[in-house]
């Protein structure tokens, strides 16, 4: 795949509305530096894994996604986050170690997504999801002068109660069935295959018998759409626990959505900001 660099970041915020709901685009808050990226451990190994888009306007071309997700499967833990973060980090690392450079690395290191798109926070990019059995953790990374907030927290997986409907479609070559459920107050449409040998999806979707290939809420603010399985030799790594202390899905979830509305209001810099429409993944 294309991994030219570009301008470091991403962001994504939603605009509102109804049947006139837009895919979720882009934030105020600006992007993290200070997350542990240098001090990941290893934690599991995966011979296969799955590379998303989110919110395409060309699947074909990855300059055109909001962030390629990656949901990556071991025999002890599986694991969705940003391959755009993984691949601009390990530019970062590299570049410090190059130049003996003990603080922060220059914000270019930036591999593919949208250029509109630059120098912003995104609660999904910035995330990890990590899976234990039937426990989730998300390892919860917050924008800039919030980095003190960087948490974490656990809940069961997978907690999404599908059906499954007789509908099929072909995606990279694989037979998908089609799943509906209803989560956290969004109502969303699956498409997984039973063939691929891994179990699971992007974020937090999973429970369905196969890996999810392409899921999306009924307004399409929020779409991911597999385009490649990659076989081969992947390690799985994790953030220090020590820099994510423990909160609460609803603490994390409060705050994610105060910073996606008004980062610098939320912060106390100014006042005179607008809010931005803003409709969280998880409504509730």
């Keep these: ?12 915020a939603a605009v509102c509305g109804g049947a006139s709901a837009q895919p979720k685009v ?6 993290r530096e200070k997350r542990g990226y240098d001090q990941r451990i290893a934690i599991d190994t995966a ?7 989110l919110n395409a306007k060309d699947i074909k071309d990855e300059d055109t996604y909001i962030d390629l997700g990656k949901l990556e499967v071991g025999k002890r833990v599986k694991k969705y986050s940003s391959e755009f973060i993984y691949l601009s980090d390990q530019e970062a690392i590299k570049w410090k ?11 270019s290191f930036w591999i593919g997504g949208r250029k509109d798109l630059r120098e912003n ?5 910035y995330s990890d999801y990590i899976i234990r059995g039937n426990e989730l953790k998300e390892y919860a990374s917050f924008p800039l002068v919030a980095e003190r907030e960087n948490s974490s927290y656990t809940e069961p997986w997978p907690l999404m109660q599908w059906t499954l409907a007789d509908e099929q479609q072909t ?17 969303f449409i699956a498409w997984f295959a039973s063939d691929v040998p ?4 992007p974020w937090k979707f999973g429970g369905l018998p196969g890996c999810i290939l392409k899921v999306y809420d009924v307004q399409k603010i929020y779409v991911w759409e597999a385009v490649t399985i990659e ?4 390690f799985i790594s994790q953030y220090p626990d020590k820099l994510y202390p423990k909160s609460t899905r609803k603490s994390v979830w409060q705050r994610q959505k105060l910073y996606n509305e008004d980062y610098w209001r939320a912060i106390g810099w100014t006042h005179d900001n607008e809010k931005v429409p803003f409709e969280p993944l998880e409504k509730e």
């Excluded at 011979?47 to 888009?53: I, T």
């Excluded at 995606?171 to 109502?187: E, N, P, S, Y």
């Excluded at 076989?231 to 992947?234: A, C, D, E, L, P």
Aim: charged share 25%.
């Design 1 to 12: 795949m294309n991994r030219r660099i570009i301008t470091i970041i991403i962001a994504l």
């Design 26 to 31: 882009n934030g105020r808050a600006p992007i």
């Design 47 to 53: 011979n296969v894994r799955v590379l998303y888009a």
């Design 97 to 107: 170690k190059e130049k003996g450079y003990k603080g922060y690395a220059p914000k």
């Design 121 to 125: 926070w995104s609660e999904l990019v």
């Design 171 to 187: 995606i990279l070559g694989h037979r998908c069935q089609k799943a509906t459920c209803r989560f956290r107050g969004r109502d």
């Design 198 to 201: 891994i179990k699971g999806g």
């Design 231 to 234: 076989q081969g030799k992947f």
